[in-house]
């Protein structure tokens, strides 16, 4: 069964801290990953998009990274600041094509406090 | 110059009636799509138009009926509204399909309430 899934379920880090979110998923066959940020009360903002080739891959403080021989990535916070309070969902797609699928995680939660 | 434009932003209505949420989109792209994300959070995919054409239909009720007048619009009708509808439903769009290399541009949401 393709699935994706995100850990942990929420994380409260203190500003200027890293932070590590983990995605693991079980789609086949893997076309793509999307690492996607989501504030509250607004749509999600894509922050990374990788393919099977791709092992890492970084937008500003934000660095993902993909095996896909394990089917994990993770996506690496740098030096959190305040506004990346949000939640961090992960999608895996299974085609390049029409008839891809998209494959969503329930995301991380994360707070940042000052 | 908003990208990804949805109305409207709040939805309350009661069980039983029907109701339309409209999508635009300025981006010149190919593929729009309806998601729904739940009181979790769970994002989920409902419909995907390419060229105004549906290429997604998830399992969804039929209830739910896209239309694509255009490539630069989708909107959504639901009928005979449930309590189980109350969600945020989100509008996208893409250069290409959902599976593909494509950034997806969301909308802002429509908050739908059923009471």
């Known amino acids: 069964k393709n699935q994706v899934e995100q850990s942990p379920q929420s994380l409260i880090i203190l500003e200027g801290k890293n932070c590590t979110l983990q995605?693991?998923?079980?789609?086949?066959?893997?076309?793509?990953l999307r690492w996607y940020k989501q504030d509250t009360g607004r749509g999600p903002v894509s922050l990374t998009i990788?393919?099977?080739?791709?092992n890492t891959k970084s937008n500003g403080r934000y660095t993902a990274t993909l095996d896909a021989d394990t089917k994990q990535s993770s996506l690496h916070i740098t030096a959190s600041q305040l506004s990346d309070s949000a939640s961090y969902i992960c999608?895996?797609?299974?085609?390049?094509?029409?008839?891809?699928?998209?494959?969503f995680g329930r995301g991380t939660q994360l707070t940042v406090w000052p | 110059d908003t990208a990804v434009s949805q109305t409207p932003k709040y939805l309350v209505t009661q069980m039983g009636n029907d109701k339309s949420i409209k999508c635009e989109q300025n981006?010149?792209?190919?593929?729009m799509y309806w998601y729904k994300q739940d009181s979790k959070k769970f994002l989920k995919i409902m419909f995907s138009?390419?060229?105004?054409?549906?290429?997604i239909n998830e399992t969804v009720p039929n209830r739910f009926s896209p239309k694509s007048p255009d490539k630069a619009h989708l909107n959504l009708h639901i009928n005979s509204l449930e309590l189980g509808d109350s969600a945020v439903y989100f509008c996208?769009?893409?250069?290409?399909?959902?599976?593909?290399?494509?950034?997806?541009?969301f909308g802002p949401g429509t908050r739908l309430t059923v009471t």
């Open positions: 990788m393919t099977f080739s791709e």
């Open positions: 995605c693991n998923y079980t789609v086949s066959p893997f076309s793509n």
């Open positions: 999608v895996v797609s299974d085609r390049g094509s029409t008839l891809g699928r998209l494959y």
């Open positions: 981006l010149g792209h190919d593929t």
């Open positions: 138009y390419n060229n105004k054409e549906l290429i």
């Open positions: 996208a769009s893409s250069q290409g399909v959902a599976g593909g290399l494509y950034e997806q541009y």
